[in-house]
C-alpha cells in the first residue's frame, strides 16, 4: 500500500512562494502518476495540478497556471509543488494523491491514497 506524506506548508504573505513536497513509500513510484489537490474550509476538494509518471506531461488548473510548478524527482519518490505569486484565495489544505486509474487528471475519483494534508496560509 502506497503511503504518502506532504511538507513544506505555511505561512506566507501574499505575494510570496512555498514549495511543497510529497513523500512516496510502499509502491513503485514511477507506476503512479501524481496529484496535488486542496481544500478550503467549507468548500469542495479541487483539482490543483498533476504530472504524468515521468515527469513529462503536467496540468494544472486554470486558477494556478503560470503561478505554480509541478515536478517529481523519480530517484527520490518524491513529488513538489512550487508555488509562487501566492493569493489569499490560495489558502488550503494541500493534499497529494497517487493517481490509479485511466480517467482524467482533472477529476478527483481517479486518485488513491492520499496524503494527509499540509496547511498553506496567505496573509494579505
Known amino acids: 500500500q502506497v503511503q504518502l506524506v506532504e511538507s513544506g506548508g505555511g505561512l506566507v504573505q501574499a505575494g510570496g512562494a512555498l514549495r511543497l513536497s510529497c513523500a512516496a513509500s510502499?509502491?513503485?513510484?514511477?507506476?503512479?502518476?501524481m496529484g496535488w489537490f486542496r481544500q478550503a474550509p467549507g468548500k469542495e476538494r479541487e483539482f490543483v495540478a498533476a504530472?504524468?509518471?515521468?515527469?513529462?506531461?503536467?496540468y494544472y488548473a486554470d486558477s494556478v497556471k503560470g503561478r505554480f510548478t509541478n515536478t517529481r524527482d523519480n530517484d527520490k519518490n518524491t513529488v513538489y509543488l512550487q508555488m509562487n505569486s501566492l493569493k489569499p484565495e490560495d489558502a488550503a489544505a494541500y493534499y497529494c494523491?497517487?493517481?490509479?486509474?485511466?480517467?482524467?487528471?482533472?477529476?478527483?475519483?481517479?486518485?488513491?491514497?492520499w496524503g494527509q494534508g499540509t496547511q498553506v496560509t496567505v496573509s494579505s
Open positions: 510502499g509502491g513503485t513510484f514511477t507506476d503512479f502518476a
Open positions: 494523491a497517487t493517481k490509479l486509474y485511466s480517467g482524467s487528471y482533472y477529476n478527483t475519483h481517479q486518485y488513491a491514497y
Open positions: 504530472i504524468n509518471w515521468s515527469g513529462g506531461g503536467t
